[in-house]
């Protein structure tokens, strides 16, 4: 697979002092990719609610345009951008949107409506004490996850997303409690949401981040096959690198398992069209 489309820079909130719009292409370059998405954070509750540092999107857009002069003909450089909760400031989310020219968009949520960031949630120094992970029941995770799952159903009403990304991105962080999470429970509720994805033509993203420390990806690769059984084509593949060194990390394993569900390329909607790549297994 020659593209990662889902990378952190400076820019973004936990960005790595390495990780330059630079240094992020050069190793995409180094490591035989041809596409890179460079995806900076924008959590618009985040934001907004004074959460998290304003993304500084002007020199984002300035550092992505320039990259991508400097590296026309080495690197297809997509401007892009990881929007973070966009339904619950959907008028902001849409001028966002409407303000700068993105390539790609990825839709994500780190937190439910009213909900601290799954992150805080696992940590008992966490910002909201009585909502720790680790006090809950089994069936209040679960009923957490079915919160997901709606609220991934209302986010695909957001226009513009071209990708859902790390959809079972709580799940790192319940194995960090040691706690495992069986998600055959939400077959029905699964299989709802990704035929709306193939009624809106967004893609679903295999996100290899997690597989140093919680050995899963997100999401798993039985997420993966019931979303091919379902029909679903368009699957992304991406590290979230927020260093240069993780670009395309694990991207071997990732094809190992998208072949495995029966997927022989990699079909990305953007604002310019489907981007198509074979898998290399």
């Given at each position: 697979?020659?593209?990662?489309?889902?990378?952190?820079?400076?820019?973004?909130?936990?960005?790595?002092?390495?990780?330059?719009v630079d240094a992020?292409?050069?190793?995409?370059?180094?490591?035989?990719?041809?596409?890179?998405?460079?995806?900076?954070?924008?959590?618009?509750?985040?934001?907004?609610?004074?959460?998290?540092?304003?993304?500084?999107?002007?020199?984002?857009?300035?550092?992505?345009?320039?990259?991508?002069?400097?590296?026309?003909?080495?690197?297809?450089?997509?401007?892009?951008?990881?929007?973070?909760?966009?339904?619950?400031?959907?008028?902001?989310?849409?001028?966002?949107?409407?303000?700068?020219?993105?390539?790609?968009?990825?839709?994500?949520?780190?937190?439910?409506?009213?909900?601290?960031?799954?992150?805080?949630?696992?940590?008992?120094?966490?910002?909201?004490?009585?909502?720790?992970?680790?006090?809950?029941?089994?069936?209040?995770?679960?009923?957490?996850?079915?919160?997901?799952?709606?609220?991934?159903?209302?986010?695909?009403?957001?226009?513009?997303?071209?990708?859902?990304?790390?959809?079972?991105?709580?799940?790192?962080?319940?194995?960090?409690?040691?706690?495992?999470?069986?998600?055959?429970?939400?077959?029905?509720?699964?299989?709802?949401?990704?035929?709306?994805?193939?009624e809106k033509g967004?893609?679903?993203?295999?996100?290899?981040?997690?597989?140093?420390?919680?050995?899963?990806?997100?999401?798993?690769?039985?997420?993966?096959?019931?979303?091919?059984?379902?029909?679903?084509?368009?699957?992304?593949?991406?590290?979230?690198?927020?260093?240069?060194?993780?670009?395309?990390?694990?991207?071997?394993?990732?094809?190992?398992?998208?072949?495995?569900?029966?997927?022989?390329?990699?079909?990305?909607?953007?604002?310019?069209?489907?981007?198509?790549?074979?898998?290399?297994?």
């Open positions: 697979m020659r593209a990662d489309l889902h990378t952190h820079t400076i820019y973004s909130f936990d960005g790595r002092p390495e990780a330059t992020m292409c050069r190793s995409a370059i180094d490591k035989g990719l041809t596409h890179l998405a460079i995806t900076d954070h924008c959590d618009i509750n985040g934001e907004l609610e004074g959460i998290y540092p304003i993304l500084d999107k002007e020199a984002v857009f300035a550092a992505i345009s320039a990259a991508k002069k400097a590296y026309a003909g080495q690197l297809h450089i997509l401007f892009g951008v990881e929007l973070g909760q966009a339904t619950q400031y959907p008028k902001e989310a849409r001028a966002l949107l409407e303000r700068y020219p993105y390539d790609i968009v990825l839709g994500s949520l780190h937190n439910l409506a009213k909900t601290p960031d799954f992150y805080y949630m696992s940590r008992p120094d966490g910002e909201i004490p009585a909502m720790q992970l680790s006090d809950m029941s089994d069936d209040g995770i679960n009923a957490l996850f079915d919160r997901v799952l709606r609220e991934s159903m209302d986010l695909l009403d957001f226009e513009g997303i071209h990708v859902l990304t790390h959809l079972t991105y709580m799940h790192r962080y319940v194995r960090r409690i040691g706690r495992e999470m069986d998600f055959s429970l939400f077959e029905d509720q699964l299989k709802a949401l990704f035929f709306k994805m193939i967004v893609a679903l993203e295999l996100n290899t981040s997690t597989l140093d420390r919680e050995g899963i990806t997100m999401p798993t690769a039985g997420i993966l096959a019931l979303y091919r059984r379902c029909g679903g084509r368009l699957v992304s593949v991406a590290s979230d690198a927020h260093h240069p060194d993780r670009i395309a990390q694990h991207f071997d394993t990732a094809a190992e398992i998208l072949t495995a569900c029966g997927f022989t390329e990699l079909a990305v909607p953007t604002a310019n069209g489907i981007l198509t790549f074979q898998i290399d297994s």
